[in-house]
């Protein structure tokens, strides 16, 4: 499995960025995977933002509920993460991760207040 993230950037606070993540390879079948995306900023733990089930279940964070929304399109073998409403501490690399095993490259956002 292999895992293309992009989208992210430099921001100001209150503004928006969306992420996306293309999942491509063998071995998986998209439309039953979780996906999560998790973040880490500079010296601190990585941490589960957002996850969304095969079913479409989604969860997250306490930190970004109510700002980010996770999201899929199982016919482009993608996943979302839209984030409005940014701050300061959103900022850091954020990671794709499918099932249990796979990470993508990871994507800087930097938001600047």
């Known amino acids: 499995v292999q895992l293309q993230a992009s989208g992210g950037g430099l921001v100001q606070a209150g503004g928006s960025l969306r992420l996306s993540c293309v999942a491509s390879g063998s071995g998986f079948t998209f439309r039953l995977t979780t996906f999560a995306w998790h973040r880490q900023a500079p010296g601190k733990q990585r941490e589960l933002v957002a996850s969304i089930t095969g079913g479409g279940s989604t969860l997250y964070a306490d930190s970004v509920k109510g700002r980010f929304t996770i999201s899929r399109d199982n016919a482009k073998n993608t996943v979302y993460l839209q984030m409005n409403s940014l701050k300061s501490e959103d900022t850091g690399v954020y990671y794709c991760?499918?099932?249990?095993?796979?990470w993508g490259q990871g994507t800087q956002v930097t938001v600047s207040s």
């Open positions: 991760r499918c099932g249990v095993d796979y």
